[in-house]
């Protein structure tokens, strides 16, 4: 097991479950529904991301290479792509925010980086 990793993993999933309570009830009177609907879609892919780093943390002892960069991306991309989905939300009420959708391609960009080198990596392993 990897304390740090389980550690993060955790955490992205409490706050996905606390903030998935807030987007359903606590913002409601502040942003409209289809900023709701960009909200939660910020909040189902902290979800993901924490547990597939949950499954990652659990069995580092597994895997025959270092998952350290693999980690490093998700965890940077999942909070380019979450957070930012969450400070966009509010975009109406304080239009300064509106620029930060432009940060959540690249976010989610590192993701698609972090896992899919994580895939190719475990094409390339030797262990069954």
Same mark, same amino acid.
């Given at each position: $097991? =990897?304390?740090? !990793?389980?550690?993060?993993? @955790?955490?992205?999933?409490? !706050?996905?479950?606390?903030?998935?309570?807030?987007?359903?009830?606590?913002?409601? =009177?502040?942003?409209? +529904?289809?900023?709701?609907?960009i909200f939660n879609k910020g909040v189902k892919y902290l979800m993901y991301s924490g547990l597939?780093? $949950? !499954?990652?943390?659990?069995?580092? +002892?597994?895997?025959?290479? =270092?998952?350290?960069? =693999?980690? %490093?991306?998700?965890?940077?991309?999942?909070i380019l792509f979450s957070v930012n989905l969450f400070i966009y939300s509010f975009h109406e009420?304080?239009? @300064?925010?509106?620029? @930060?959708?432009? !940060?959540?391609? @690249?976010?989610?960009?590192? $993701?698609?980086?972090?896992?899919?080198?994580?895939?190719?990596?475990?094409? %390339?392993?030797?262990?069954?």
């Amino acid at each position: $097991m =990897n304390k740090q !990793i389980t550690t993060l993993a @955790v955490f992205y999933i409490f !706050i996905a479950i606390l903030f998935g309570a807030f987007g359903a009830h606590g913002i409601k =009177n502040y942003v409209s +529904d289809e900023l709701i609907v960009i909200f939660n879609k910020g909040v189902k892919y902290l979800m993901y991301s924490g547990l597939g780093l $949950m !499954i990652l943390g659990l069995n580092n +002892d597994k895997f025959e290479f =270092n998952l350290k960069w =693999n980690y %490093r991306l998700i965890v940077l991309g999942s909070i380019l792509f979450s957070v930012n989905l969450f400070i966009y939300s509010f975009h109406e009420s304080y239009s @300064v925010l509106k620029n @930060v959708v432009h !940060i959540v391609p @690249v976010g989610g960009l590192l $993701m698609v980086i972090g896992w899919g080198s994580l895939g190719v990596k475990l094409l %390339r392993c030797e262990k069954t």
